[in-house]
Protein backbone atom coordinates (compact mmCIF):
# COMPACT_ATOMS: atom_id res chain seq x y z
CA UNK A 1 0.00 0.00 0.00
CA UNK A 2 1.49 3.13 -1.01
CA UNK A 3 2.71 5.82 2.21
CA UNK A 4 1.30 9.15 2.63
CA UNK A 5 5.42 10.52 2.27
CA UNK A 6 6.06 8.44 -1.08
CA UNK A 7 5.65 11.87 -2.55
CA UNK A 8 8.83 12.90 -0.67
CA UNK A 9 11.92 12.27 -2.40
CA UNK A 10 13.98 9.49 -1.63
CA UNK A 11 17.20 9.51 0.71
CA UNK A 12 19.83 11.05 -1.73
CA UNK A 13 22.62 9.03 -1.36
CA UNK A 14 25.03 10.92 -3.84
CA UNK A 15 25.07 13.87 -1.59
CA UNK A 16 26.93 13.99 2.10
CA UNK A 17 24.15 14.89 4.48
CA UNK A 18 22.42 14.15 8.12
CA UNK A 19 20.19 10.91 6.88
CA UNK A 20 22.55 10.03 4.09
CA UNK A 21 25.26 8.94 6.13
CA UNK A 22 22.79 7.41 8.60
CA UNK A 23 21.34 5.34 5.94
CA UNK A 24 24.78 4.63 4.11
CA UNK A 25 25.54 3.13 7.74
CA UNK A 26 22.05 1.39 7.37
CA UNK A 27 23.83 -0.77 4.14
CA UNK A 28 26.34 -1.94 6.83
CA UNK A 29 23.99 -3.13 9.39
CA UNK A 30 21.06 -4.58 6.55
CA UNK A 31 24.52 -6.47 5.65
CA UNK A 32 25.44 -7.66 8.99
CA UNK A 33 22.06 -8.57 9.15
CA UNK A 34 21.84 -11.03 6.20
CA UNK A 35 25.09 -12.98 7.75
CA UNK A 36 23.10 -12.89 11.24
CA UNK A 37 20.16 -14.52 9.73
CA UNK A 38 22.97 -17.60 8.15
CA UNK A 39 24.30 -17.82 11.64
CA UNK A 40 20.86 -18.42 13.22
CA UNK A 41 19.93 -20.86 10.55
CA UNK A 42 23.26 -23.08 11.21
CA UNK A 43 22.55 -22.72 15.35
CA UNK A 44 19.10 -23.54 14.62
CA UNK A 45 20.68 -26.67 13.10
CA UNK A 46 22.76 -27.56 16.25
CA UNK A 47 26.17 -26.13 15.29
CA UNK A 48 26.43 -22.11 17.13
CA UNK A 49 28.96 -20.37 15.27
CA UNK A 50 30.16 -18.80 18.80
CA UNK A 51 32.93 -16.91 17.41
CA UNK A 52 31.25 -14.88 14.31
CA UNK A 53 28.16 -14.64 16.56
CA UNK A 54 29.91 -12.93 19.21
CA UNK A 55 31.57 -10.81 16.78
CA UNK A 56 28.24 -9.79 15.07
CA UNK A 57 27.02 -9.07 18.20
CA UNK A 58 30.52 -6.34 19.25
CA UNK A 59 29.72 -4.50 15.65
CA UNK A 60 26.08 -4.43 16.86
CA UNK A 61 26.99 -2.99 19.75
CA UNK A 62 29.23 -0.41 19.12
CA UNK A 63 28.62 0.86 15.12
CA UNK A 64 25.16 -0.14 14.94
CA UNK A 65 23.68 0.79 19.01
CA UNK A 66 26.21 3.21 20.07
CA UNK A 67 27.29 4.56 17.42
CA UNK A 68 24.55 4.60 14.38
CA UNK A 69 21.57 4.86 17.23
CA UNK A 70 23.48 7.15 19.21
CA UNK A 71 23.62 9.80 16.50
CA UNK A 72 20.06 9.27 15.65
CA UNK A 73 19.39 9.70 19.69
CA UNK A 74 21.73 12.04 20.66
CA UNK A 75 21.71 14.28 17.36
CA UNK A 76 19.22 13.98 14.89
CA UNK A 77 15.99 13.39 16.26
CA UNK A 78 16.43 15.83 19.34
CA UNK A 79 16.86 18.35 15.97
CA UNK A 80 13.72 17.06 14.22
CA UNK A 81 12.01 17.01 17.75
CA UNK A 82 12.63 21.17 18.64
CA UNK A 83 11.22 21.64 15.50
CA UNK A 84 7.96 19.75 15.70
CA UNK A 85 7.45 19.05 19.26
CA UNK A 86 6.17 15.66 20.27
CA UNK A 87 7.18 14.33 16.85
CA UNK A 88 5.82 10.66 16.78
CA UNK A 89 8.00 9.32 14.52
CA UNK A 90 11.41 9.66 16.28
CA UNK A 91 9.24 8.24 19.41
CA UNK A 92 8.68 5.05 17.09
CA UNK A 93 12.11 4.82 16.59
CA UNK A 94 13.34 5.29 19.84
CA UNK A 95 11.27 2.66 21.13
CA UNK A 96 11.81 -0.26 18.50
CA UNK A 97 16.05 1.19 19.71
CA UNK A 98 15.42 -0.14 22.96
CA UNK A 99 13.82 -2.74 21.48
CA UNK A 100 16.56 -3.77 19.53
CA UNK A 101 19.24 -3.55 23.01
CA UNK A 102 16.64 -6.54 24.68
CA UNK A 103 17.07 -8.41 21.79
CA UNK A 104 21.20 -7.74 21.55
CA UNK A 105 21.36 -9.02 25.49
CA UNK A 106 19.24 -11.99 24.98
CA UNK A 107 21.49 -13.13 21.65
CA UNK A 108 24.77 -12.37 24.41
CA UNK A 109 22.96 -14.61 26.90
CA UNK A 110 22.13 -17.45 25.06
CA UNK A 111 25.75 -17.55 24.00
CA UNK A 112 27.38 -17.38 26.90
CA UNK A 113 25.43 -20.23 28.43
CA UNK A 114 25.94 -22.61 24.81
CA UNK A 115 22.09 -22.72 24.34
CA UNK A 116 22.55 -22.59 20.52
CA UNK A 117 18.08 -22.52 19.85
CA UNK A 118 17.85 -19.68 22.15
CA UNK A 119 20.89 -17.56 20.07
CA UNK A 120 18.43 -18.30 16.79
CA UNK A 121 15.22 -17.48 18.21
CA UNK A 122 17.06 -13.89 19.63
CA UNK A 123 19.01 -13.22 16.64
CA UNK A 124 16.13 -13.59 13.80
CA UNK A 125 13.90 -11.67 16.14
CA UNK A 126 16.54 -8.97 15.83
CA UNK A 127 16.35 -9.36 12.34
CA UNK A 128 13.16 -9.28 11.97
CA UNK A 129 13.16 -5.68 13.90
CA UNK A 130 15.95 -4.22 12.80
CA UNK A 131 15.19 -4.68 8.79
CA UNK A 132 11.44 -3.36 9.52
CA UNK A 133 12.92 -0.48 11.75
CA UNK A 134 15.84 0.37 8.93
CA UNK A 135 12.99 0.48 6.32
CA UNK A 136 10.47 2.59 8.40
CA UNK A 137 13.51 5.40 8.83
CA UNK A 138 14.59 5.12 5.45
CA UNK A 139 11.45 5.22 3.96
CA UNK A 140 9.64 7.51 6.11
CA UNK A 141 11.72 9.57 8.93
CA UNK A 142 14.90 10.31 6.53
CA UNK A 143 12.52 11.45 3.50
CA UNK A 144 11.15 13.68 5.94
CA UNK A 145 14.11 15.04 7.74
CA UNK A 146 15.76 15.74 4.50
CA UNK A 147 13.09 18.04 3.77
CA UNK A 148 13.02 19.80 7.27
CA UNK A 149 16.86 20.51 7.47
CA UNK A 150 17.97 24.01 6.03
CA UNK A 151 21.89 23.11 5.07
CA UNK A 152 22.70 25.29 8.03
CA UNK A 153 21.09 22.83 10.59
CA UNK A 154 22.26 19.71 8.23
CA UNK A 155 25.94 20.60 8.86
CA UNK A 156 25.76 21.50 12.36
CA UNK A 157 24.13 17.70 12.61
CA UNK A 158 27.43 16.58 10.41
CA UNK A 159 29.91 18.70 12.76
CA UNK A 160 28.23 17.25 16.00
CA UNK A 161 28.42 13.74 13.83
CA UNK A 162 32.11 13.81 13.98
CA UNK A 163 32.22 14.75 17.65
CA UNK A 164 30.81 11.61 17.86
CA UNK A 165 33.25 9.82 15.74
CA UNK A 166 36.23 11.09 16.85
CA UNK A 167 35.68 12.06 20.45
CA UNK A 168 32.88 9.37 21.56
CA UNK A 169 33.90 6.56 19.37
CA UNK A 170 37.52 6.95 19.14
CA UNK A 171 39.43 7.26 15.69
CA UNK A 172 39.91 3.69 14.45
CA UNK A 173 36.70 2.49 16.05
CA UNK A 174 34.40 2.69 12.86
CA UNK A 175 36.78 1.38 10.24
CA UNK A 176 37.43 -1.66 12.42
CA UNK A 177 33.80 -2.12 12.95
CA UNK A 178 33.91 -1.72 8.88
CA UNK A 179 36.33 -4.57 8.89
CA UNK A 180 34.61 -6.94 11.22
CA UNK A 181 31.05 -6.73 8.97
CA UNK A 182 33.23 -7.28 5.54
CA UNK A 183 34.78 -10.18 7.40
CA UNK A 184 31.81 -11.90 8.11
CA UNK A 185 30.15 -10.76 4.83
CA UNK A 186 32.74 -12.34 3.07
CA UNK A 187 32.31 -15.93 5.64
CA UNK A 188 28.65 -15.83 4.79
CA UNK A 189 28.51 -15.01 1.08
CA UNK A 190 27.24 -11.49 1.38
CA UNK A 191 27.56 -8.42 -0.59
CA UNK A 192 29.96 -5.82 1.31
CA UNK A 193 28.23 -2.45 1.08
CA UNK A 194 31.37 -0.68 1.59
CA UNK A 195 32.06 -2.32 -2.40
CA UNK A 196 30.09 0.38 -3.75
CA UNK A 197 31.73 3.69 -3.83
CA UNK A 198 28.98 6.08 -3.24
CA UNK A 199 27.83 4.21 0.07
CA UNK A 200 31.95 3.89 0.83
CA UNK A 201 32.22 7.92 0.72
CA UNK A 202 29.37 8.28 3.09
CA UNK A 203 30.35 5.92 5.81
CA UNK A 204 33.86 7.99 5.73
CA UNK A 205 32.58 11.21 5.59
CA UNK A 206 32.98 12.34 9.35
CA UNK A 207 35.07 9.45 10.37
CA UNK A 208 37.95 10.71 7.96
CA UNK A 209 38.81 6.64 8.19
CA UNK A 210 39.46 4.68 4.61
CA UNK A 211 39.28 0.82 4.81
CA UNK A 212 42.53 -1.19 4.54
Known amino acids: MP????????????????????????RVILQLLTAIEAMAASAAAGH?????????????????DRCHH?????????????????????????????????????MSAALAAGDAAAYARAA???VDLLRSHIAKEDDILFRIAQQMLSPAEDEALLDAYRRVEHDDMGDGTHVR???????????YG?????????????????CGCARA
Request: with cysteine; aromatic share 4%.
Open 70 to 106: GKEEEILFPALEAMVPGFGPTQVMRAEHVDGRALIAA
Open 177 to 187: MLGIADRLAAT
Open 190 to 206: VARASDDPRIMSLLTAV
Open 124 to 126: LDY
Open 3 to 26: SCHDHLPPVDLDRVSAVSILSGEH
Open 48 to 64: LPAADARDAIEVLRTFA
